[in-house]
């Protein structure tokens, strides 16, 4: 097959292109790394080698604050997604009904819309909301991190749902049946039969949901007011980079564990298919 | 760096000027501030009586909630500067008055500020500039102050007072106030005229930094000789755009907060930019020599101050505060750490140190005045400008 | 097999005492979208037109503010269109640079080809803002890659290389890193999906391989480079974060002045015209391209 698609030459070309754009791509990353580590500013030539920065970034309240904040928002952004996620992926797999496109677009839409139009509609409307509430009743809620986790729920959604769906429609409902058969109500047979076998695409889809929120600027900024998230305090370090290398230290950090909370997501996803396919009885 | 002081950053600013320094010139301005009120006295307001429920109507401050709601900028209480000078200086005394610590709400500029509190967003006082003094008082949610409560009004310069009394209220407590000027750096800028000018100076391209702000095309007025800047025609707004666009290509990035214009600098990618007075202290303190300019068509200034909302439950604690902020102790606070004018002219008198006199022109009594400062002052069509402003970063 | 499988199962389903159920499972979805995705929305569109006001300055009800926009009485439509072409440019470039990577996973490798896939994409996964800091990093007047040269005498310590940071080149560069990861997957889906027997019955048949390349695989994988396209070109028109980092003041792009609009100035109105233009546009972007976009397909 190999052979066919590219001649030995051109293979090689293919390689070397792959090979430069891994580079391409983990270069500027593994210079912020190796930064981290430099008793100095972030530019050349190195000066020596230090962890002191990460100590620094693990005391500094600001920083700490904004991440954990971040934490907050991304679990509880996450919990709320999934859980929709669920609901919908059963609608939409194993459910017949009238508006099953339009229903689809809907839920599927926040996928493309721009988080900056989004963001800024949200602001909207919860100003418009508080106004509102003020002038009648006096009461004024604000924005803050549960203007952000509404936020972060809708556009998570999508994501979970697609997460989801795939497995949900490789489990039979024979399975479904047989456990009905054995007695079991709809809830049980959800909870105890559906569920566990569903397990590694909603922890997949948590993860992504979780990573999203956790990242997430745009919408962030216009919704966080006084309290910024992670992405918020550091993009306003960012506009104008001073250097600081504990910025750089923590950065380190939060970029390998995503790529390993990602990658274990990942594994773990395929691992459990591919162990269920296996099991899977045979089905008509 | 390596240099003796600390460099700050948002928790761990370490810059102090000397003792001697902050006293002089607290005293010029003190001189200053006195020089204007003998020339100006007379332009009414300032004082006018207090009105609204009558004091007996009002609960005693033992019997008020506390828990003051101070809605402010970073780094004037909340440490997001100065974490232990900030509250000793500006709001200890208003603690040890009360017994009450404030709790601080930050806004970023003042339209943010501005447009939460639009939305409905209460708080006890709030603390913006003088440019939007008018908007918020439209807002309806203002009080006025009994500057009778107020220990230390006397002592505050009238003039900026007189700004912060509007339709005869004192609506606001003029507090702070500060310059806009050109900064360079004297080791590798060589002006050719001490001038708005150097902003756009063809020889520096790449090196300049502007404020993100319609002020821009103010000051491209004042250096064009037009008349009113603050209240320009459409075709001079119109030229004033063109011109800006035209030297665009010359400025590297725009700055919204004084601490990117001074990380701009530290990283030796600006080297001239239009600046507030904390933006030299910070470079100055990171070891550069810096410049903060006189240019010849005068500097420009704001001044900010303190508002009472309406409804709030926190009469007698919000006057305490006031108090305490515009005691000497802020003043010294601001003057000392920010190199920001205060506007309590009793400030206590010292001998001074020669950079911050030169870079601020404190020796001269007149610096306040115009032609040499142009106070700010609000825009009337203040969204026309902010258009031609967009235009001028969209093109 | 098991797809099958669940559509019978579907059908199965589908009966009146079921309707409840179903009506149960999407109601708390749906409602949460109505209430947080659509009418938000809505709301803009109306503030758009003056029939929500929330500030004293807010105009009433009229298309004046659109007028202007749409007859180019504003500046803000050449900013849309200018934006416009450097999404292009960038979107073309990222399709470029993804598409041999994905022919060279799909069809050239055989062992661990999910692996390699992962491995392109994991940077996508981690954060944007840190990976534009390594470029604000990388690209400075004191930052690594002039240092560097400095250091290796190739420049003059006052004399560093101006235009590689604060540049509209530098937007781009910076826009196409972050993209190309995530671009790479459609690309790569499509290509997998691609029946091997076309390939070999065209080489049965005397073809070259370039010659198979253009006239069987490439076409065949249009839909995934379409879906590709789209995936880079749709949040690139609206993109104002990295403008803002590294852009200076030559990047700024119709994102921004949205930006600008709420948060400077404070002028939401003409602001919410722009931004429900945004979207308008994106939808019928969608619309057009709606049927190469098979949402399942693409997750892969």
Redesign the interface.
């Known amino acids: 097959m190999s052979d066919i698609a590219a001649s030995g030459r051109a293979r090689g070309l293919l390689i070397l292109f792959f090979a430069g754009l891994v580079l391409f791509l983990y270069l500027p990353i593994g210079i912020l790394a190796l930064f981290s580590f430099n008793d100095g500013d972030v530019s050349f030539p190195l000066q020596g080698f230090t962890t002191h920065w990460y100590g620094d970034a693990l005391t500094n309240p600001t920083l700490l604050g904004s991440l954990e904040r971040s934490l907050l928002v991304a679990t509880v952004s996450s919990v709320i997604a999934v859980a929709l996620g669920i609901l919908a992926a059963f609608a939409l797999v194993r459910r017949r009904f009238v508006m099953k496109s339009a229903v689809s677009a809907l839920v599927f839409s926040p996928l493309v819309v721009p988080y900056l139009v989004f963001g800024i509609s949200l602001l909207v409307l919860f100003t418009a909301l508080d106004k509102f509430l003020t002038d009648t009743m006096g009461v004024y809620i604000g924005l803050g991190l549960h203007s952000v986790v509404i936020g972060h729920v809708v556009v998570s959604l999508p994501y979970a749902i697609l997460t989801i769906m795939p497995l949900l429609e490789r489990l039979s409902l024979s399975l479904d049946e047989a456990a009905r058969d054995l007695g079991a109500g709809p809830w049980e047979t959800f909870r105890r039969v559906t569920l566990p076998l569903l397990l590694p695409a909603i922890v997949s889809s948590f993860l992504i949901a979780f990573t999203l929120s956790f990242d997430e600027y745009a919408i962030a900024s216009f919704l966080a007011g006084t309290q910024p998230t992670w992405p918020v305090y550091l993009f306003a370090q960012l506009r104008v980079p001073s250097l600081l290398p504990q910025l750089v230290a923590v950065s380190s950090i939060v970029l390998i564990a995503s790529v390993l909370l990602v990658g274990a997501a990942e594994v773990g996803r395929r691992v459990a298919e591919r162990r269920y396919a296996g099991s899977l009885p045979e089905t008509g | 760096m390596g240099d003796g002081a600390r460099i700050p950053?948002?928790?761990t600013f370490g810059l102090r000027l000397d003792r001697r320094g902050f006293l002089g010139m607290s005293a010029v301005l003190a001189a200053s501030g006195l020089l204007a009120a003998c020339k100006k006295a007379d332009t009414g307001g300032g004082t006018a009586a207090a009105t609204g429920a009558s004091p007996s109507a009002r609960p005693p401050l033992e019997s008020e909630p506390g828990g003051l709601q101070v809605y402010d900028w970073g780094g004037y209480g909340d440490g997001a500067y100065y974490p232990k000078e900030e509250r000793q200086y500006l709001w200890k005394e208003y603690e040890t008055a009360t017994g009450d610590t404030p709790t601080f709400?930050?806004?970023e500029?003042d339209?943010?500020g501005?447009?939460?509190v639009?939305?409905?967003?209460?708080y006890d006082i709030a603390h913006p500039c003088a440019y939007r003094f008018e908007?918020w008082v439209?807002?309806d949610v203002l009080q006025p102050w009994d500057t009778s409560l107020l220990q230390n009004f006397s002592s505050l310069n009238p003039t900026l007072q007189a700004s912060g009394n509007i339709d005869g209220q004192q609506y606001f407590v003029v507090a702070d106030w500060g310059f806009a000027a050109p900064m360079y750096r004297a080791d590798v800028v060589e002006p050719q005229e001490v001038s708005w000018g150097l902003l756009w100076d063809d020889r520096y391209?790449?090196k300049i930094s502007w404020w993100?702000?319609?002020n821009m095309l103010v000051v491209a007025a004042y250096y064009h000789g037009i008349a009113d800047p603050w209240a320009m025609t459409d075709d001079e707004l119109g030229q004033m755009r063109d011109f800006l666009i035209s030297k665009?290509?010359l400025?590297?990035?725009?700055?919204?907060?004084s601490i990117?214009?001074f990380?701009?600098f530290?990283?030796?990618?600006v080297w001239i930019g239009y600046a507030w007075p904390d933006a030299w202290v910070y470079a100055k303190g990171a070891g550069f020599d810096v410049v903060y300019s006189e240019p010849k068509e005068g500097r420009t200034s704001w001044y900010c101050g303190f508002g009472l909302f309406a409804d709030s439950e926190n009469y007698y604690h919000a006057h305490a505060y006031a108090d305490s902020w515009t005691s000497t102790k802020a003043a010294e606070f601001l003057l000392n750490y920010y190199a920001y004018g205060h506007t309590n002219t009793a400030v206590d008198l010292s001998l001074i140190s020669k950079d911050i006199v030169e870079a601020f022109g404190l020796g001269d009594p007149t610096i306040l005045d115009e032609p040499r400062t142009h106070a700010e002052r609000p825009i009337e069509r203040r969204?026309v400008y902010?258009?031609y402003?967009?235009?001028v970063?969209?093109? | 097999m098991s797809t099958v499988d669940a559509r019978a199962d579907a059908v199965r389903v589908g009966r009146r005492s079921d309707r409840r159920a179903t009506v149960g499972l999407l109601s708390a979805p749906l409602v949460w979208l109505l209430l947080f995705f659509v009418v938000p929305v809505g709301f803009v569109a109306a503030y758009s037109v003056g029939a929500v006001r929330i500030f004293p300055t807010d105009g009433s009800v009229s298309l004046a503010d659109w007028q202007r926009f749409l007859t180019g009485g504003s500046i803000y439509l050449d900013l849309f269109w200018k934006s416009v072409l450097m999404s292009l440019a960038v979107s073309v470039v990222v399709v470029l640079l993804a598409y041999p990577v994905g022919y060279f996973l799909a069809l050239c490798v055989r062992k661990r080809k999910y692996v390699l896939l992962l491995v392109i994409i994991a940077p996508f996964l981690t954060s944007f803002l840190l990976r534009v800091l390594a470029w604000k990093v990388i690209l400075g007047d004191q930052g690594v890659v002039n240092t560097l040269l400095f250091w290796l005498n190739l420049r003059a310590p006052d004399d560093p290389v101006p235009w590689l940071l604060y540049s509209r080149f530098t937007v781009m560069l910076v826009l196409a890193y972050v993209w190309v990861p995530f671009v790479a997957l459609p690309i790569f889906v499509s290509l997998d999906n691609l029946d091997r027997s076309l390939l070999e019955a065209a080489s049965d048949l005397g073809s070259s391989r370039w010659r198979t390349f253009v006239r069987v695989t490439l076409p065949l994988s249009v839909p995934g480079i379409m879906a590709a396209f789209v995936f880079v070109f749709v949040p690139t028109i609206g993109e104002f974060v990295t403008p803002q980092l590294v852009g200076g003041t030559e990047g700024y792009m119709y994102g921004n002045a949205i930006n600008d609009l709420f948060t400077e100035g404070l002028d939401w109105q003409s602001g919410s015209v722009l931004a429900l233009f945004l979207l308008l546009v994106v939808a019928g972007l969608m619309v057009l391209f709606g049927r190469w976009i098979q949402v399942r397909n693409v997750a892969g």
Do not use: C, H, N, P
């Open positions: 950053d948002e928790k709400i930050l806004f500029d339209d943010s501005y447009a939460k639009a939305a409905g967003a209460r908007d439209a807002l391209e790449g993100d702000s319609l665009k290509g400025v590297s990035f725009f700055w919204g907060q990117d214009l990380r701009a530290k990283q030796e990618e969204d902010s258009e402003w967009s235009e970063k969209a093109s």
